[in-house]
């Protein structure tokens, strides 16, 4: 049975790096959609949105998945604070509450074609 994969990110530094992953040959056999993945207009209008609806856009699209990759590039943990970025720490707080299964990736050193 294919999984249902939920992909969690750092947009502003890893989305290009993401859509290597997203488009690679790897996670799209057997049936796996592209959840968790968004093109740049859509998350702009989000990011502008409440907390509260971006929240909701992430519950959304969590729904009916099994497993959630994270992806983990540079940045995924801030520089500053050594805290793991808020928007992806919900995504797997929310992922654990909804019993997917976990995994991270690390892709800090793909190439990014920009």
Do not use: C
């Amino acid at each position: 049975m294919a999984r249902r994969v939920f992909f969690s990110f750092h947009f502003e530094n890893d989305v290009m790096r993401a859509a290597q992953v997203r488009n690679s040959n790897v996670i799209t056999s057997g049936g796996v959609d592209a959840n968790g993945f968004i093109d740049a207009a859509q998350w702009e209008s989000i990011k502008r949105s409440s907390d509260q609806a971006i929240k909701n856009w992430i519950n959304e699209q969590l729904k009916n998945t099994s497993v959630t990759v994270v992806l983990i590039g540079s940045q995924t943990v801030d520089p500053i604070s050594g805290q793991v970025r808020p928007w992806i720490k919900y995504e797997i707080d929310r992922s654990i509450d909804s019993g997917n299964g976990l995994v991270g990736v690390r892709i800090h050193n793909a190439p990014d074609p920009r």
